[in-house]
């Protein structure tokens, strides 16, 4: 259960064939991932080198902890508009102690085995703040895109675009030639030679270009000033108390992110490689890199999809090619750090772009517009609060939204209904016989009995529905059975009104007979000690057992 696939992969034997295609895998997304972890530290708002951090310390970790074979760690850009907002607010200390309590919650949701349970996130919630980062990816890029001259980009999404407008006069016709061009190179390398990592040719190609003809573009040496060959010495970032309140929501939104994410991408693996990741080690070595992330002064981390899929797509087969790609960041960021300075950052606005149209998935927002109203209403919010509010507010947002939902979809599908009406002497005859040799219509149920069956799980959300069964009936039977065989389980709001109801009968002098108890309703019953209320006499496995009663009861 919490063994590492690392693990499992070396027990069953790694010889030199599995090594060379890890090798090859392993180069291969190092070399994709170095232009994608400085694209996503600079878009949120910490220097490059720090997302070049988080992909080698928590590529290397969760590739040897994780519970995938295949699956590649680093900075995402699912993270950049919630690490964006905290860098801003509370700056890169705040950032890491609420990266560092993500951690802590991730490998408590593991040790939890909630893994399994992260996958009945609504797909209109995940779609909708998905698509909602796409677009503030995509507008947090426009200044670099057109190089515009402005100072601080405002952080709020209108008061973004009206500063953009504001400044559109500035734009660099250099930028907007290596946006271009990048866009069109990611493209055409897409197209014609998939795989070859069109980033990489992007960020190359427009460094070479903008040194040789000395272009007049930022690049990152003239913003940040280069780039360091080594990783920093490990430190703990200051915890103020008065601010570690405040930072909860935040690091529980990364955590969920980062669950829903990794999950996702490992699911998205596993399809690709016909094999099973394991959810709750994975959950937990993620957890474990993002502490040691930010230790190494790294951002938060989590499985990247991009990259899982160049991993699968390049021949990897062990979780060897994932610490391959972190060891080959590692040796770029050693030898080849002072050349980064070149990289303008017009090509890398241009590789987040891409990476935003990707995110976007248009085609899968399209065809949730013609789902159920309660889904649209699900989608919309979550998106609209992704871009106009705050990232934090959308996920519990969403997640309350579609909580709310389903619960009224299982009070929907959760019935009371009578069985059979009450019948004189002549009129109680055994009804054609139905596919369910137990129906009560199958059944001679005698005058003065009600018989009345719970569809569906009995829970809070439809309680109120057995609690207004007797007022809707105009003659108050002898006797009352509730058949409760369809009834998987039943919570404290189903007890409860479970209980009204017999009081409810008492008063009207009818006797309540309880027919099919399953296991948990039963053991739930007997756990409150409403089976000595009741009296256990009146418990009955099978409809049959309740009739006879009934009979004796009303002497029929």
């Known amino acids: 259960m919490f063994t590492p696939k690392l693990v499992v992969c070396l027990r069953e034997g790694y010889d030199r064939k599995l090594f060379v295609a890890d090798l090859f895998a392993g180069l291969t997304v190092g070399i994709v991932a170095l232009p994608l972890a400085m694209a996503f530290g ?5 220097a490059p080198e720090r997302g070049l951090f988080t992909a080698i310390v928590a590529g290397f970790l969760i590739s040897a902890l994780g519970g995938s074979r295949v699956q590649i760690g680093g900075p995402t850009g699912a ?3 919630i690490v964006y907002g905290i860098v801003q607010k509370h700056g890169y200390d705040g950032l890491a102690v609420a990266t560092l309590l993500a951690g802590v919650i991730l490998i408590g949701m593991g040790l939890a085995r909630f893994g399994t349970l992260i996958k009945f996130i609504p797909y209109p919630v995940t779609t909708g703040f998905t698509s909602g980062i796409a677009l503030i990816i995509f507008s947090s890029q426009v200044k670099d895109l057109l190089g515009l001259k402005m100072d601080a980009v405002p952080a709020e999404f209108l008061h973004k675009w009206g500063a953009y407008v504001t400044h559109l006069g500035s734009w660099n016709p250099w930028a907007v030639f290596v946006s271009a061009a990048s866009i069109a190179t990611i493209l055409a390398c897409k197209r014609f030679t998939p795989r ?9 190609g427009a460094s070479v270009t903008a040194y040789v003809f000395h272009l007049p573009v930022e690049t990152i040496g003239t913003r940040f000033g280069g780039i360091p060959h080594l990783l920093p010495a490990p430190h703990l970032p200051h915890v103020a108390l008065a601010s570690l309140r405040e930072l909860v929501p935040e690091a529980f939104t990364i955590a969920m992110l980062g669950a829903i994410e990794s999950l996702l991408s490992a699911v998205v693996a596993d399809g690709m490689t016909g094999g099973r990741h394991r959810s709750n080690i994975e959950l937990i070595a993620q957890g474990v890199a993002n502490i040691g992330s930010v230790i190494f002064g790294g951002i938060p981390a989590t499985g990247a999809i991009a990259r899982t899929a160049t991993n699968v797509r390049s021949g990897g087969k062990t979780p060897v090619a994932g610490i391959i790609h972190a060891m080959t960041l590692g040796a770029i960021l050693f030898f080849l750090a002072p050349l980064a300075s070149a990289i303008p950052l017009a090509a890398l606005a241009s590789v987040l772009v891409i990476v935003a149209w990707n995110m976007a998935e248009i085609d899968h927002f399209r065809s949730l517009l013609r789902a159920p109203k309660s889904d649209i209403a699900v989608l919309l919010t979550s ?6 509010v ?10 309350v939204m579609a909580s709310l939902l389903f619960i009224r979809r299982m009070s929907e599908v959760t019935a009371v209904r009578a069985i059979l009406e009450d019948r004189s002497d002549e009129d109680s005859v055994v009804l054609p016989e139905g596919r369910d040799p137990d129906a009560t219509a199958n059944k001679i149920v005698p005058p003065g009995v009600r018989v009345y069956e719970i569809n569906g799980p009995f829970f809070f959300g439809v309680a109120d529905k057995l609690k207004d069964t007797l ?6 039977p002898k006797v009352f059975i509730l058949r409760m065989r369809r009834v998987p389980a039943v919570d404290a709001t189903g007890l409860h009104a479970l209980e009204e109801f017999w009081i409810k009968c ?13 296991e948990q309703p039963r053991a739930a019953i007997e756990n409150a000690g409403l089976d ?3 009296g256990r006499e009146n418990l009955h496995r099978h409809i049959d057992e309740a009739l006879a009663h009934a009979r004796a009861l009303v002497g029929g």
């Open 383 to 388: 998106f609209l609060l992704t871009v106009l």
């Open 79 to 81: 993270f950049v508009v």
């Open 471 to 476: 007022d809707t009936i105009d003659r108050q």
């Open 506 to 518: 008492n008063r009207h002098g009818t006797h309540l007979l309880l027919s099919g108890l399953g």
């Open 196 to 204: 070859i990592p069109g980033p990489m040719v992007t960020v190359i």
């Open 532 to 534: 000595q209320k009741i």
């Open 42 to 46: 600079i878009a949120s708002g910490v």
């Open 390 to 399: 705050d990232l934090t507010v959308a996920v519990e947002v969403g997640l």
